[in-house]
């Protein structure tokens, strides 16, 4: 036994000796190919690692020896096999070598030959493998080296597919891990049974080997017949416990071999050979020929798919089209040709985004393909995802469904998702696609997939799809942590009237106002910048305001805790201002309750209070716009301050002495709307006094520099100022004061509110005024009857009542009143008594008939509901005083037209003016030239006010009456 032993390994060597000679000349006939050839030389690259392995099998040998006798006969065999491999590609080398035609005809052939022969190369080595256990290890160990040099390689160069390939598929098969179980069992079996029993019977319950065969393209050897050298179909145990073909034991022992071939013990005492069924291998050699059927068939498809990809080329359109059905169709029918895209599958990849750029390609079965690329794995998802397809997927993704289909599909991947993500419009594409019904459901897909990323999220909702980010925000699942960072990125982009729309979702807004009232700076600050942006629309205005009662109660709140950081109190001060400024619409009947809350007395009076307490400029400014917001929307807000002159304290405050001038700037404008919405005066607080008030106001009117606003409303609030304070009198009767006055009302652009403010803060001056003051006013006469004529109703009003207070100045003999007069005769050109006041009229400190005012006054009786009817008749009936002929009044009167207006007024006007007229009327019907068609109508007048319910002026009407009829009569 030990010379048959000799001799057989001296026959393997012989084999190892060829093959290794066979594979240097392999290689020698490779490397004289020219550089050029890259793929040769990467072939030969790898044989050269063949070649090293199998080199290294030689100082295995003893090792080899001690195990089975079998496998050195297999070994010597698949030796045999490689050798023929090697030659048989020497061959391909060399015939490329001496071709003359031109290589690149050649190479296609070549390429597939060498693959070929790399193949059966490797088949053959995985079969050395199974032959050598404990060799395999060392080849485990060499091709793993061999894989990772290959794959630096591989970065470093990206056209050695075939070399790669090959070095990959032999990892794959060599790196697959070595079932040890399977190993040991079948080890066992062989050579434990020759001396004890065979206890086949109890096989079958070992472990199950399933594992160690998948993806094997070469069966192991113990499938072999060591008889036939066939894969067995029916092994059987001999006595001795080894395992052979059926047939083929039968056949030997019927020839008369009466010893094992194996092991040489004696297979039967007797002329019956003794058999049992191996079923275990049975079934496992069957199981294998099953899976391998499918492996191959795989395989073929792989190798189809390579074949395919080959005929994709830029240069004929017609076969990568017919080549790309062919593809789909494969893909369809047989997806496991797709594989992760490594090798030459990542360049297919490559080769069909490049398609898509051609027109005349099909492109539906490029993305078909890309499709299933896409759909076997991460790995192939990214590939596409990197190949820079996104963005022409989106442009097409309006009009060809599949490429938003591939998009979809992209988008799983979480890396691909944020590269959509992040494509320039991708985000507004996809929402625009959600209008159009066919892919609407799709596009929502991709961008569910898109939303785990809270900027994409934040986008759609620019983009004015709402629904991610809500059910992000509104999920259980959600801390305030996030809620807070989600509102951040909301505050930070522009919103449209759909996203707005879309953003009205009761939850969410719950939410949002009770973070205002949280504990959380954060969470506040975070909800008071959405909300901010939200009040711009109408919709999510009302939700807010209307339909979350809580809202502006927590901003206020928020306004009055003094703990509360600056930022969040001018943020709210914002929002109340926003809500204030837009909110004519809500004080209406149907006006929220809330409302009451922010226009309520105590809410004013307290945010009065704070503008002493806020220390920052802007704040205090804030919240001063707010308060005049507030008065200026809503009336009877500013009512009972009227009553309560302290409230105002801070408002005056301000306006004195802080130190911020638009403080003060506000300060006056509030002021001022509080004046000018009521009629009356406004009371002056203890603090502080009512000279820094009042000089305040002055310095401000009389500053040249200031505003013309500012100007016109510290005229206006002087207008308002408490009459019968001589204090306050003498700060503003002075000549400054009617300086800054005048210039006001010739100002040149002046608005009737301008106007309005100078004459009313100069009748506030003319009351209970110092005849000196008077005089200088009295120069302003001619200005102030045009006015009568070309004022508002109010200013013309005000210009009346002045001219009543300038009119009822008695004469005295004062110096000044010479010079006065002096001063009056130089504007009345002619300087000759008029016919009302006789010789007395150069006395007077003005004179209406000279001043051409009798006309425009009885004009001015006509204006109704107004005071300034009122006003006329008053200033009219100066001209009625003791040292006046009433005769010439009644004249002037009349000659102006005077009776038809004033019985108009009799029969229309508003009671006080209808006593007004019917005691005017009662002065001037006596005289000759008042018409006798009006007298008539007078009488009518008088006859028809019998019926009147008002007892008084019935009354006087019938005084009247009675002397109009006795002295017709
Ligand atoms: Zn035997
Ligand atoms: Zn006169």
Not at 98 to 118: N, T
Not at 264 to 277: D, G, R, Y
Not at 423 to 431: G, H, N, Q, R
Not at 767 to 790: M, Y
């Amino acid at each position: 036994m030990e010379v048959t032993m000799g001799v057989l390994t001296n026959l393997r060597d012989d084999a190892l000796t060829r093959a290794v000679d066979a594979i240097t000349e392999l290689i020698e006939a490779s490397e004289t190919i020219k550089q050029k050839e890259d793929y040769i030389m990467r072939f030969s690259e790898q044989m050269i690692y063949v070649k090293d392995l199998l080199v290294k099998l030689k100082p295995h040998q003893s090792m080899a020896a001690d195990s089975d006798f079998s496998s050195d006969s297999i070994l010597r065999s698949l030796l045999e096999r490689v050798e023929t491999e090697f030659n048989k590609a020497r061959e391909v080398v060399n015939q490329y070598r001496a071709s003359r035609c031109p290589r690149i005809f050649l190479y296609r052939s070549v390429l597939d030959k060498l693959e070929q022969s790399s193949k059966e190369i490797y088949h053959i080595l995985r079969l050395l493998n199974f032959a050598q256990l404990n060799y395999a290890l060392n080849i485990n160990a060499k091709a793993k080296a061999i894989y990772g040099k290959s794959k630096e390689r591989k970065r470093a160069s990206k056209d050695g597919d075939l070399a790669e390939q090959v070095v990959e598929q032999k990892y794959e098969l060599v790196s697959e891990p070595v079932d040890e179980r399977l190993h040991n069992h079948i080890f066992a079996e062989t050579s434990n049974s020759g001396s004890s029993s065979p206890s086949p019977r109890t096989s079958p319950s070992s472990p199950s080997p399933r594992t160690s065969f998948d993806e094997i393209g070469i069966p192991p050897y113990y499938f072999f017949c060591t008889l036939t050298r066939k894969l067995m179909e029916d092994p059987v145990y001999v006595p001795c416990g080894h395992i052979f073909e059926r047939e083929a034991i039968e056949d030997y022992f019927s020839q008369g071999k009466k010893l094992c071939h194996l092991c040489k013990e004696e297979l039967s005492s007797t002329e019956i050979l003794e058999l049992t069924p191996n079923i275990w291998l049975r079934n496992f050699i069957l199981e294998w020929k099953e899976k391998n059927a499918q492996i191959m068939a795989d395989l073929n498809a792989r190798k189809k798919l390579t074949d395919l990809s080959r005929r994709i080329t830029k240069e004929d359109m017609k076969s990568t089209n017919d080549a790309l059905q062919e593809m789909q169709v494969l893909m369809i029918e047989t997806p496991c040709c797709i594989k992760e895209t490594t090798g030459s599958s990542s360049n297919l990849i490559g080769k069909l985004t490049d398609l898509l750029k051609y027109k005349e390609a099909n492109t539906i079965a490029v993305l078909g393909c890309l499709l299933r690329i896409a759909r076997f794995s991460d790995g192939n998802k990214e590939k596409i995802g990197r190949s820079g397809v996104i963005q022409w997927l989106l442009n097409e993704s309006k009009t060809v469904r599949y490429a938003l289909e591939l998009l979809l599909e992209l988008s799983e991947n979480d890396k691909v998702a944020k590269k959509i993500g992040g494509t320039k419009t991708s985000i507004a594409t996809l929402v625009t696609l959600l209008n159009k019904v066919d892919v609407a459901e799709t596009s929502r897909n991709v961008l569910h997939n898109l939303s785990s990323n809270l900027k994409f999220t934040t986008m759609m909702v620019n983009a004015g799809y709402c629904i991610p980010f809500l059910e992000q925000f509104n999920a259980h699942g959600s801390s305030e942590e996030d809620r807070v960072s989600m509102l951040k990125e909301l505050a930070e982009i522009p919103l449209n009237e759909t996203a707005a729309n879309n953003l009205e979702n009761e939850s969410f807004i719950g939410t949002l106002t009770k973070m205002l009232s949280c504990n959380s700076h954060s969470s506040k600050s975070a909800s008071l910048k959405c909300i901010k942006k939200m009040l711009a629309f109408e919709g999510l205005r009302t939700r807010f305001l209307m339909n979350e009662r809580t809202t502006i109660p927590a901003l206020l709140s928020l306004l009055k805790d003094d703990t509360a950081e600056q930022q969040c109190t001018h943020d709210a001060l914002e929002l109340l201002l926003s809500v204030a400024q837009t909110s004519q619409n809500l004080e209406l009947d149907n006006e929220p309750a809330v409302f009451h809350e922010l226009f309520s007395r105590d809410n004013i009076q307290e945010l009065l209070e704070k503008i002493k307490t806020f220390a920052n400029p802007k704040n205090k400014i804030l919240l001063l716009q707010l308060l005049l917001e507030l008065f200026q929307k809503s009336d009877a807000s500013g009512e009972w301050i009227l009553f309560e002159s302290n409230a105002m304290s801070p408002l005056f405050s301000a306006l004195v002495a802080d130190e911020n001038s638009e403080v003060r700037m506000y300060a006056l404008k509030v002021l001022y709307r509080i004046a000018r919405q009521h009629s009356t005066d406004i009371p002056l607080p203890t603090f502080p006094t009512k000279e820094s008030i009042v000089s305040s106001f002055v310095a401000i009117l009389t500053d040249g520099n200031r505003k013309i606003e500012a100007i016109s409303a510290a005229a206006g609030i002087i207008g308002h100022l408490p009459t019968g304070d001589q204090s306050i009198d003498e700060i503003l009767q002075t000549s400054n004061v009617l300086k800054a006055l005048e210039d006001l009302m010739s100002y040149e652009n002046r608005s009737n509110e301008l106007q309005e403010n100078a004459l009313g803060a100069l009748l506030r001056c003319t009351k209970h005024s110092k005849l000196e003051f008077l005089i200088q006013v009295s120069k302003l006469l001619p200005t102030l009857v045009q006015l009568l004529s070309t004022g508002s109703p109010l200013a013309k009003k005000c210009t009346a009542l002045i001219l009543d207070n300038l009119a009822q100045s008695q004469a005295s003999s004062s110096s000044s009143f010479q010079r006065l007069s002096l001063h009056r005769k130089a504007w009345m050109k002619r300087g000759a008594a008029c016919s009302v006041h006789g010789s007395g009229c150069a006395q007077r400190l003005v004179c209406l008939v000279t001043a051409k005012a009798v006309q425009p006054l009885v004009d001015m009786v006509g204006i109704m509901d107004s005071g300034a009817s009122e006003a006329a008749f008053s200033v009219l009936d100066t001209l009625f005083g003791t040292d006046c002929d009433s005769n010439a009044t009644s004249a002037a009167i009349l000659e102006s037209r005077g009776a038809w207006q004033i019985l108009d007024v009799l029969e229309r006007g508003a009671l006080p003016v209808r006593f007004r007229a019917l005691d005017l009327l009662g002065k001037i019907y006596n005289h000759p030239s008042f018409p006798s068609d009006k007298l008539k109508r007078f009488e009518g007048v008088l006859f028809s006010l019998q019926n009147s319910s008002e007892a008084e002026l019935k009354s006087k009407a019938k005084v009247l009456l009675i002397e109009l009829v006795s002295k017709t009569s």
